[in-house]
């Protein structure tokens, strides 16, 4: 690949890593479709690009969210348990799929994540209710949002549920490439009670071991470029720095709606591309 167009992918992926810093999801949703509509790269191999800018993403943003109080490093670990063997089925199953049923697939995903995210609401979930439930209260946790200047304290319920959901999620991840992020977001924020930047945090956390999974896997059946690798990954640490200045100045309200509207249109394209008529599958 021209040393030129490999520029061109790494300052282009500085966006997909703000976004993925912004909203935990990695970047894969800006990844993918920009590698293969754009430059016209196998689906199989811009997946596993994605999945090391999702590595680059996490690297870039999860220390810096820790550093502010926003990631709950315990329920991180929680529900890692369970992502990290999803992302290896998931990993295996893509490796072997015809790249029209993944492009469908990536656009129900986005679909499903927009309806999702403008529907949602903050309901928070105090530690005190947690422990009167009998939820594990060592995963509530505190932080403080510049954004509103206030102190957020709050409990995670749903554990058992959030597990399973997590699950999916990493198989997601290693069969699309896009970190997982698009599940565990709205399932802790509308399931397990977890605020939407604390969400978000926990996700950008998580997902550089969940993609690391599915990556290996690419690695071993030689769908990992190198050179195409490294463009992705530069770009999209960039990018997730800039993420991590940007989320103390917006609301969850207001990220939620601008990305929602960005997941729609990605999914029109990918449904156009599935069916060949941006340029053929």
Aim: aromatic share 8%.
């Amino acid at each position: 690949m021209e040393p030129l167009v490999l520029l061109l992918i790494a300052l282009l992926c500085v966006s997909a890593g703000t976004v993925g810093a912004l909203m935990g999801i990695g970047g894969g949703l800006i990844i993918i479709p920009l590698l293969t509509l754009g430059f016209g790269i196998p689906m199989q191999e811009a997946i596993g690009a994605s999945l090391i800018g999702v590595i680059a993403t996490s690297t870039g943003a999860a220390s810096k969210y820790v550093k502010q109080g926003l990631t709950n490093i315990r329920l991180a670990l929680f529900l890692e348990m369970s992502t990290t063997i999803g992302s290896i089925v998931g990993a295996l199953i893509a490796v072997y799929t015809d790249q029209t049923i993944l492009f469908l697939l990536f656009s129900m995903l986005l679909v499903y994540s927009g309806y999702t995210m403008l529907r949602r609401t903050e309901k928070l979930f105090t530690p005190e209710q947690a422990e009167a439930e009998g939820q594990l209260v060592d995963l509530s946790c505190q932080y403080m949002d510049p954004k509103d200047s206030c102190q957020v304290s709050y409990g995670v319920k749903g554990q058992g549920k959030g597990l399973a959901y997590s699950s999916v999620a990493g198989l997601l991840s290693g069969l699309l490439g896009v970190g997982g992020g698009l599940v565990k977001v709205p399932v802790m924020n509308v399931c397990m009670c977890v605020p939407l930047k604390a969400a978000t945090a926990t996700s950008n956390f998580m997902i550089g071991v969940t993609a690391l999974t599915g990556a290996i896997i690419f690695y071993g059946h030689g769908l990992l470029d190198a050179y195409l690798c490294g463009a992705v990954a530069l770009g999209t640490f960039a990018g997730a720095y800039l993420g991590t200045i940007l989320m103390a100045r917006y609301s969850a309200n207001e990220l939620r709606k601008w990305f929602s509207v960005l997941l729609f249109l990605v999914a029109v394209t990918m449904v156009l591309k599935a069916f060949g008529l941006w340029g053929g599958p």
